[in-house]
């Protein structure tokens, strides 16, 4: 019994050693992981320390500079030289020590509304600029100088020499020879009147200046003074210089048939005077328009029309006179009628005869100073349905809708949508590109 009470109790204090050698153990475990721990972020605070060090030392020694190719960004080299590619000079590589402070967002935004970049800026600015109007325009004739030729007297046209339209005619050139019963009369009572009073010119004045009336020149009066019997034929003469063109000619119409032009007149097309008909008296025969009375029709744009004055100086040239300048004023602006453009009438003589109805000009007219804001026209761009321009806000141009108005030379007017003080990017077709059009 004794010895199984000493077997007992020896069992009993092998278990309390086991358990108190597992406690240990547990403790020296935990403590071995606080340790581990502690060294770890020691050891991280240790590398984040020297990391940051290193990194000032980096950013206070001067950076090593590098030479690259502009042809060839592979090659790049720690001295000046030249590429072994292409031979060209090795320039600088300039490292940027500032990077802007770019997100995701900034990058991935429309190129219509957001860009990336460095170009120059410009601010608004209120001038007060001399303003010129550009406006196309046309020559037209002056249609209050175009004169109908009607018929003097009746009879048979022998023959016509008004061949076709726009036919040259200058003053005292024959137009057509006619048989005319009714011109027998007058001429034979003046030739009486002479033969009946041949020292009394003061007798025959009023016969003569009838037959001056009725279109005979004055060579053909003097040759009836020499005549014993008259004839029934007679030639008639013009008394202006002008352009041959029919009798319902309208010159406010005629240049509005595209192509219409003196030059593009094909001979043979007539204007109704031929050989053979027969006229009567006060039957309208062509018009004669001047060749050296012109007008100029301007085409203006309606939101500028109010700015133009009768009297205002235009300056206009033509593609066909080597970029001669001819100058004159406003006559007439043609009330509003709803459209895109007005008509501006300009009334002028071309005295040296080069200019030619139909052909295109382009005009300048001068209206004065305006005040206003203004931005050079590059740094506008039509987006479409909108005009804007690209508003500098920190490291990226903000694409910003604005209301323009009228141009001043490379300058346009900026009428609302734009603070005074903003910077707006100088070029403005640099920051787009075909997507930035589509919205």
Request: net charge positive; charged share 25%; glycine share 6%.
């Amino acid at each position: 019994m004794k010895s199984m009470h000493l077997v007992t109790h020896s069992v009993q204090i092998m278990k309390k050693r086991k358990i108190l050698l597992l406690n240990n153990l547990f403790f020296l475990t935990l403590l071995l992981i606080q340790i581990s721990v502690i060294g770890g972020i020691v050891s991280c605070t240790g590398k984040k320390m020297n990391a940051h060090d290193s990194q000032n030392k980096l950013e206070n020694e001067p950076a090593k500079k590098q030479f690259v190719c502009s042809m060839h960004p592979q090659v790049v080299q720690d001295k000046p030289g030249d590429c072994p590619l292409c031979g060209m000079s090795l320039i600088e590589k300039i490292v940027d020590k500032n990077p802007a402070d770019i997100t995701l967002n900034d990058v991935v935004l429309p190129v219509n509304e957001s860009v990336l970049s460095t170009i120059t800026t410009v601010n608004a600015v209120q001038e007060n600029l001399p303003l010129t109007i550009e406006t196309p325009g046309i020559i037209n004739f002056d249609s209050r100088k175009i004169r109908l030729i009607s018929a003097r007297f009746g009879g048979l046209i022998e023959k016509s020499y008004v061949k076709f339209q726009f036919q040259r005619i200058r003053k005292g050139q024959k137009i057509y020879d006619i048989y005319c019963p009714d011109i027998y009369t007058e001429k034979w009572n003046y030739i009486k009147s002479i033969q009946t009073y041949p020292d009394k010119d003061e007798l025959t004045v009023e016969a003569r200046e009838w037959l001056k009336q009725l279109g005979l020149t004055k060579a053909q009066i003097e040759s009836l003074k020499r005549s014993v019997k008259p004839d029934y034929h007679l030639s008639v003469y013009s008394d202006a210089d002008g352009y041959v063109v029919p009798a319902d000619f309208d010159a406010e119409k005629y240049f509005s048939t595209e192509g219409n032009t003196i030059n593009n007149q094909k001979e043979g097309k007539g204007v109704g005077l031929n050989d053979g008909i027969t006229i009567e008296t006060g039957t309208p025969l062509f018009k004669l328009v001047d060749i050296k009375s012109l007008r100029a029709d301007l085409k203006v744009k309606t939101e500028e029309i109010g700015l133009l004055r009768k009297g205002q100086k235009v300056i206009f040239s033509t593609n066909a006179t080597s970029g001669k300048k001819f100058e004159a004023i406003i006559s007439q602006i043609e009330p509003l009628n709803g459209g895109v453009f007005q008509l501006v009438k300009v009334f002028f003589t071309d005295k040296d005869g080069v200019l030619i109805p139909g052909r295109q000009i382009q005009a300048n007219v001068l209206t004065g100073n305006h005040k206003s804001v203004w931005l050079p026209e590059t740094t506008v761009v039509n987006m479409g349905q909108r005009t804007s321009v690209f508003v500098k806000q920190e490291n990226k141009f903000m694409a910003t809708v604005i209301k323009t108005g009228i141009h001043s030379g490379n300058k346009i007017e900026i009428v609302s949508g734009l603070n005074q003080n903003s910077k707006v990017a100088l070029n403005a077709s640099l920051l787009i590109d075909s997507d930035g059009l589509i919205k």
